[in-house]
């Protein structure tokens, strides 16, 4: 059974700061990873997606790298902004699209 | 191109009521996805729908949800008699493909049981 996990549940930066946001699955057959943006009271904004046979994705400020082997992704965030203060969540899926998430990570950049 | 749509946003009711969501999904995407997101916790599966067929409801409370799609385009999430544990917001979400793993969600629909 997958299970997903990021650490830590929260983190408060101060602007500017690079950071990265751990992830870690139990079941190394996951079929791709999906890094998801949400805001308080919003649905959940789509970042970046790794595919089956992908190793990382980049979408401006944002990378995400996956390593199928050591069932670990990272969501790596350059120069953060106050407007990136959010709860990121990762999601793996198997091959039916079936998502299973994490609890997500809270983070705070401050001015 | 629209989102996906969710109605109502809020919905406040007293338990043992009955209560129905609505989900109309991207257009042209065959999948859709109803999961649960109870307040500090990521969302959770409760039922997946290929065109109007079921491909998993493995983890939908089956005594008092229950959803449909029947002509394979929007939605409708239905829970009779509410508890007050299906306090949540229930987020609808679709994709073009099942194997594209590229979900779209929507705003989520507020539910408080009270």
């Known amino acids: 059974k997958q299970e997903v996990t990021q650490i830590p549940a929260a983190l408060s930066v101060p602007e500017g700061e690079n950071l990265v946001l751990n992830c870690s699955f139990t079941?190394?057959?996951?079929?791709?990873l999906q890094w998801f943006r949400q805001d308080p009271g919003k649905g959940l904004t789509s970042l970046l997606l790794?595919?089956?046979?992908?190793r990382e994705q980049t979408s401006g400020r944002l990378n995400a790298s996956l390593d199928k082997s050591s069932g670990r992704s990272t969501l790596y965030i350059a120069a953060s902004q106050p407007g990136d203060s959010a709860t990121y969540l990762c999601?793996?899926?198997?091959?039916?699209?079936?998502?299973?998430f994490g609890q997500g990570t809270t983070l705070q950049v401050k001015p | 191109e629209a989102g996906v749509a969710q109605s109502p946003r809020y919905k406040i009711i007293e338990k043992r009521q009955s209560v129905a969501f609505w989900c109309n999904p991207i257009?042209?995407?065959?999948?859709l996805y109803w999961y649960q997101q109870i307040l500090g916790q990521g969302p959770k599966l409760l039922i997946q729908?290929?065109?109007?067929?079921?491909?998993?409801d493995s983890q939908l409370p089956k005594d008092r949800f229950s959803a449909e799609r029947l002509k394979g385009v929007d939605s409708t999430l239905k829970i009779q008699p509410a508890k007050l544990e299906d306090s949540a917001v229930y987020l609808c979400?679709?994709?073009?493909?099942?194997?594209?793993?590229?979900?779209?969600f929507g705003e989520g629909s507020r539910l408080t049981v009270l």
């Open positions: 257009s042209g995407h065959a999948t």
């Open positions: 999601a793996g899926s198997s091959n039916t699209g079936k998502l299973i």
């Open positions: 729908f290929q065109n109007n067929g079921v491909v998993d």
């Open positions: 079941d190394s057959a996951i079929y791709n």
């Open positions: 790794i595919q089956s046979s992908q």
């Open positions: 979400a679709s994709s073009l493909e099942v194997n594209t793993g590229e979900l779209f």
